[in-house]
């Protein structure tokens, strides 16, 4: 319903989240699954500025999987205004992320008291941060801020969130699942972006989304080959419904 509500460009969103970790997701984590959707009802909330039934719809989603408590990000990030100034002081803010993830993260585990069956260790998801950095500098770069409406700027300050946190995903794999919540909406915001783009940067824009299209489909082959090779990405290339042997 959140995607048919605010999409743009259709091929291209489906194209995008196929690609996501939350597609492979979703065929076995059902509660969290179920967590996602209710964050994207409370993604409506936020816009209309209905924080009552925000706050009921997280809690809600909080009952199905504790993780959905991170969605309390949702309200304060959506409605700040970013301003381009505000580069100076968020590049500086991700670079202390990155370099202190561990001691971070670790810091945060502890005072929490949540997963603490969960042990630091080495994930190996820089791929994550080159893309979501791209990603991310892509939504500031490309569009005219003044075409951009409400909801894009809204989705773009999600999208520095999910890149916020997925600079621990390297030394956490719970990182990535609280980034579930956020990543969800990346496929809304690129094509938004492209939609308002700068008319100074039109070929820029007419290029890099070609790139977008062929390089997503290219790779979503490519990584459901590795799987049926490998038996990796919880058994969804092909898939198996989990009372089957495997």
Known sequence: YVYRKYLEDAPMTILLFINTDLFVMFFSGIRQSISVSLGCLAFIFVKEKKWVKYLLTVAVAILFHQSAFILLLLYPVCHYRLRKKSLYYLLPAYLVLIIFNRQIFSAFLSISGMYSNYRMS?????????LFAIFSVYSIVIPDENKLDKTGKMLRNIMLLSLALVMFA????????????????????????????????????????????????CYFFYFGYSCMQSGAGLHSFPYHFFWEAV
Do not use: C, W
């Open 122 to 130: 080495q994930t190996g998801a820089y791929t994550s941060i080159i």
């Open 170 to 217: 390297p030394v956490h794999m719970l990182a990535m699942r609280l980034n579930y919540y956020f990543i969800i909406f990346m496929p809304l915001l690129i094509p938004k972006i492209v939609k308002y783009h700068d008319e100074k940067q039109e070929k820029l824009t007419q290029i890099s989304k070609v790139v977008i299209l062929v390089f997503f489909t």
